[in-house]
């Protein structure tokens, strides 16, 4: 599976200014591609954009080579699995439940889950270290649980292709390192991942390739050696940072320096 935006623009009903404007970008098959920015830059509208759940004022979104209006709704569920920030939860289902729901758009509204099915349920749980919960209710969980939970149910579905905004917002050192080993797993499998987070660090020690967005515009693409530079960070973050290579790991190691910038400086 593969994730392409050509020249996307995405307009907010009467804005000025587009939330993203003039973005080229693909996601190869089988990649771990990070997508960085700070609040405000446009990460979760590609998201949308990508899963169309947003239309483009212009330029072309494709999943697999096929414009996402050509993608069926439950076609493209089967393909491809997605873990938004947030979702309001109506029904105390199971966990066990809560995540066989990742099976639907392969069972329809009748058939009974089968042996594949139950297996990929199983796997998902144990994957995402949520096989302990899986006769609680989710309104009992908290939301570094749910959140584990929601990709859980992402990995049932077995997809091809995974987008995921912030999965990792709510969780402990333990499950982020957890779900990002996950994560670069699944794509050493063939599975192909688009990540959306601000943990500029840890998608450096893990992801492939980097997206790194700027008030709607793309400010660098790339490798890390492409993307992880002190001009093009503080640039887009306003803020100074020095970037070293990490002894352990070899990846780039981005650190804030204490001074702000001048122009943030109060006058007194």
Known sequence: MTFEAVDLAVRYGKARTRALDGITMKVPKGAFYAVLG???????????ALLGVVDPEAGRVLIGDRDTSRWTRRDLAREVGAVSQAEHLAFPLTVRDFVAMGRYPHL????????VDREAI???????DIEE???????????GELQRVRIARALAQVPTGLVLDE???SLDIRHEMTIFRLLRDSADRGMTVLLITHHINLAARFADRFLLLSKGRLAAEGEAREVFKEGTLASVYKWPVSVETDSETGSPRVTPLQEPPASSTRTR
Do not use: I
């Open 108 to 115: 329809g509204p009748f058939r009974p889950e089968g042996e």
């Open 38 to 48: 700070p609040n405000g830059s446009g990460k979760s509208t590609l998201m949308k």
């Open 122 to 128: 199983q796997d998902a749980l144990v994957r995402c």
């Open 133 to 143: 919960l899986g006769k609680r209710s989710v309104m009992t969980l908290s939301g």
């Open 167 to 169: 999965p990792t917002a």
